[in-house]
């Protein structure tokens, strides 16, 4: 029995890359992602089992999420963002992985739905590890960072104010917790705030600060934008079929609805605002967040209980296998003393 054949009878997600049409920067963060992940323990916190190459594939094998990512769900089921209870189990996850990593010195710097992964057993995993910066040094932890990477602009709606400044103060853990902020209106309003303002007035505006919760200024916003859409001749969603790349369900009738004009509750409110703070030091650290009054009834709640707001999810998905021309078979044979591994 080969390697590969050994993860794909278990329940296990085999991803293959062409190293030659990817840049050598994302190869490096992607490596770096499942190195570091190899130095984590903790359930909310994606686990890479192991990666090698066979021909000139790069192959990496890790535990099977059935739902993909929050950001997959929200394009695929819930367009119009997601009721409270499930945006609570989903950032409650998330927070937890969060805490854990700040806990060891360390500051995600990447937090937003596409990197929160939802297993078919309910359980939320925080992914996105290439941009993770740790604090630790040679035994000491320093207080701010001022190492900035050139972020694509695509991913600066989720970034704090201090981040993207880029001045003498630097920044610490505090920033991650703004982009659960922010990742928190993607999820409620099924789009995240900014993303249709260009990036210089997105800039000002959050250095500023929000004028106002960005919760239903973002909600008005996107009903606006599906009204546009219907009206130029654009799919709208409605009676039609998508297709989307990703393990759930795909078509229209599938979607779970949720009411256009939303409220939230002020428990939601809160949780939002403080994590929106222009001033870093006002944020909550992820350990407080836990405890905030949003996620008070989501503790005494199980992974069950998640489940229950989600779509049925496929329990099985094809391993996408690289054409027969290009492919040849890994050269590690198993014995019987090496299926027991433990990755």
């Known amino acids: 029995?080969?390697?590969?054949?050994?993860?794909?009878?278990?329940?296990?997600?085999?991803?293959?890359?062409?190293?030659?049409?990817?840049?050598?920067?994302?190869?490096?963060?992607?490596?770096?992602?499942v190195t570091l992940s190899h130095f984590f323990r903790h359930p909310n916190i994606t686990t890479y089992w192991t990666v090698f190459t066979a021909g000139s594939w790069l192959w990496?094998?890790?535990?099977?999420?059935?739902y993909g990512s929050a950001s997959q769900l929200l394009r695929t089921h819930f367009p119009e963002g997601m009721s409270e209870t499930l945006i609570g189990n989903i950032l409650f996850g998330a927070v937890r992985g969060l805490n854990y990593l700040h806990q060891n010195g360390c500051i995600h710097r990447s937090i937003k739905a596409s990197h929160i992964l939802i297993s078919g057993d309910g359980l939320v995993c925080l992914s996105g590890l290439s941009r993770l910066y740790s604090l630790v040094n040679h035994g000491q932890r320093s207080k701010a960072v001022y190492d900035f990477p050139q972020f694509s602009t695509s991913v600066h709606p989720w970034l704090s104010p201090e981040l993207l400044r880029q001045d003498l103060y630097g920044y610490n853990?505090?920033?991650?917790?703004?982009?659960?902020?922010?990742?928190?209106?993607?999820?409620?309003?099924?789009?995240?705030?900014?993303?249709?303002?260009?990036?210089?007035?997105?800039l000002l505006q959050k250095l500023k600060g929000f004028p106002s919760c960005p919760l239903e200024k973002n909600a008005s916003l996107q009903a606006e934008s599906r009204l546009k859409i219907s009206r130029s001749g654009v799919d709208s969603g409605i009676g039609e079929s998508v297709l989307v790349s990703s393990p759930t369900r795909t078509v229209t009738s599938d979607r779970l609805q949720t009411p256009s004009s939303k409220t939230f509750s002020p428990a939601f409110h809160s949780l939002v605002e403080l994590c929106l703070q222009q001033d870093p030091e006002k944020r909550p650290s992820a350990s407080t967040l836990l405890s905030h009054a949003f996620f008070r009834q989501i503790k005494e709640q199980t992974q069950d209980s998640i489940l229950s707001l989600l779509p049925p999810a496929y329990s099985k998905w094809p391993v996408a296998v690289p054409p027969v021309s290009t492919w040849t078979e890994p050269n590690y044979i198993l014995t019987d003393e090496d299926v027991g591994w433990e990755f």
């Open 1 to 33: 029995m080969s390697l590969l054949d050994c993860f794909c009878t278990s329940r296990t997600q085999v991803e293959s890359i062409r190293p030659e049409k990817q840049s050598e920067t994302s190869i490096h963060q992607y490596l770096n992602e």
């Open 60 to 66: 990496v094998i890790s535990p099977f999420m059935a």
């Open 173 to 202: 853990m505090k920033s991650d917790i703004y982009s659960v902020g922010i990742t928190a209106c993607e999820l409620a309003n099924g789009q995240v705030p900014f993303q249709d303002i260009h990036r210089t007035q997105m």
